[in-house]
């Protein structure tokens, strides 16, 4: 389909694992976003991307979380070492024109830390 | 304190019922608001954004108020597809690229 696809769509790793989650944004979006969401709480912000670059990492947890983007498409958030406090549904949005407000979310990446 | 606070509800209303959700924001520089829905474990997804002079959408009506940094949402005729989290949305004029969301109203209609 067109829209924002993630992967893997669940994960269940073992405390101290490293995961990657993937996000592949809507083609021709520059802006991309990583949100999480904990069980009934909102979304808390990550990072942002403008093409390449991260002008915005502020919501980045810890030093155990990073990003990357390349070629102004595919995102993979990295988590060192997880947490069982790492435990959400990593949500991924990418954007054409984000002083619209219209942020186009993929389905998550419900990641569950034993 | 949080850049976006909401009633986490639920608010449980019948058919046909009118219901308001409000939603305050701590940085009197925020420039853009937006409410957005999320259906049961799915992606949140844009319901409207909302305009100083307050805007219309079929049934949804949202409002600003800039003196007491609110914004609500009013929905008219509630239908049972209206069940839903309403998240508020905040996006701060000196970035305008970030945004910040409240953790959600949930409303249920029921039959």
């Known amino acids: 389909g067109a829209g924002v696809s993630q992967s893997p769509s669940n994960k269940v790793t073992e405390k101290g694992k490293d995961v990657e989650l993937r996000c592949d944004p809507i083609?021709?979006?520059?802006?991309l976003y990583w949100y999480r969401q904990s069980l009934g709480q909102g979304l808390e912000f990550l990072i942002y991307?403008?093409?390449?670059?991260?002008?915005?990492k502020s919501g980045l947890p810890s030093d155990r979380f990073s990003a990357e983007r390349t070629g102004g498409s595919v995102s993979t958030l990295t988590i060192q070492r997880t947490q069982q406090e790492d435990s959400a549904v990593y949500l991924c949005?990418?954007?054409?024109?984000?002083?619209?407000?219209?942020?186009?979310f993929g389905e998550g990446s419900r990641l569950t830390v034993l | 304190r949080k850049e976006v606070e909401q009633d986490p509800g639920p608010f449980n209303v019948p058919e046909g019922a009118t219901v308001a959700f409000n939603c305050t924001y701590s940085?009197?520089?925020?420039?853009?608001f937006f409410w957005y829905r999320q259906d049961c474990r799915k992606e949140p997804k844009l319901l409207m954004s909302?305009?100083?002079s307050g805007n219309e959408d079929g049934r949804f009506t949202a409002q600003l108020n800039r003196a007491s940094q609110y914004i609500s949402l009013l929905i008219r005729d509630s239908k049972l597809s209206d069940s839903a989290t309403y998240l508020c949305?905040?996006?701060?004029?000196?970035?305008?690229?970030?945004?910040?969301f409240g953790s959600g109203t949930k409303l249920n209609v029921k039959p």
């Open positions: 949005a990418s954007s054409s024109e984000p002083s619209t407000g219209e942020l186009f």
């Open positions: 083609s021709g979006h520059t802006a």
């Open positions: 991307f403008q093409g390449n670059s991260a002008p915005d």
């Open positions: 940085n009197s520089a925020s420039q853009s």
């Open positions: 909302v305009y100083s």
């Open positions: 949305v905040v996006n701060p004029r000196y970035n305008f690229n970030k945004f910040y």
